[in-house]
T-cell receptor
């Protein structure tokens, strides 16, 4: 079984400032890691994912995340946010060997970008 | 191309009634997933289909919940004798196949309110 903890439920940030969203996971098996974004009144959209290889993963819209196996973390960062980044962000994991690819999500972090 | 669509977008019903929620996946996607997102929480896995068969229904909360995908495309989530605690956004996602790490594409969800 897996669990995902997103330590911040809300993150207010000023436009053009950097942001980091924290994600920690717990799992008895090896996992793949994902970040999804949910804009108001829209479906979840994949930002980036870590499957293997380089622990620094770059995604869409200037986001990146770093996988740290020893700390079981997968924090999301963006060096300079825009108003349009206002959304809810979800970290998720899946068992990388089990068929099915079902996702276990964290509780989400709501990012509010202020002008 | 068209994404995942869900109908209705909103459903209000009374306690004890029966409801059906529909999901149209992306054409050609063999894997289809249902998740439930309660207010202030991340999505929780309910069930996934590979083709026409329910490959993993371990997330269904009880036997009032049932889902079908008779022709391997459209899926219907059925909830009998609805309870107020069933109120949530029901999300559908599809992916090309259920291999670990594949991206899941989400629909906008159906918001179910049980009065």
């Amino acid at each position: 079984a897996q669990s995902v903890t997103q330590l911040d439920s809300q993150v207010p940030v000023f436009e053009e400032a950097p942001v980091e969203l924290r994600c920690n996971y717990s799992s008895s098996v090896s996992v793949y890691l994902f970040w999804y974004v949910q804009y108001p009144n829209q479906g979840l959209q994949l930002l980036l994912k870590y499957l293997s290889g380089s622990t620094l993963v770059k995604g869409i819209n200037g986001f990146e995340a770093e996988f740290n196996k020893s700390q079981t973390s997968f924090h999301l960062r963006k060096p300079s946010v825009h108003i349009s980044d206002t959304a809810e962000y979800f970290c998720a994991v899946s068992d990388n060997e089990a068929a099915g690819n079902k996702l276990t999500f964290g509780g989400g972090t709501r990012v509010l970008v202020k002008p | 191309g068209a994404g995942v669509s869900q109908t209705p977008s909103n459903k209000v019903t009374e306690k004890g009634k029966y409801v059906e929620l529909r999901c149209d996946p992306i054409s050609g996607h063999t894997a289809l997933y249902w998740y439930r997102q309660s207010l202030g929480q991340g999505p929780e896995f309910l069930i996934y289909f590979q083709g026409t068969g329910a490959a993993d229904d371990s997330g269904l909360p009880n036997d009032r919940f049932f889902a079908v995908r008779p022709e391997g495309s459209v899926s219907t989530l059925k909830i009998q004798r609805t309870e107020r605690g069933d109120s949530a956004v029901y999300l559908c996602a599809s992916s090309l196949n259920p291999s670990p790490g594949n991206e899941q594409f989400f629909g906008p969800g159906t918001r179910l309110t049980v009065l």
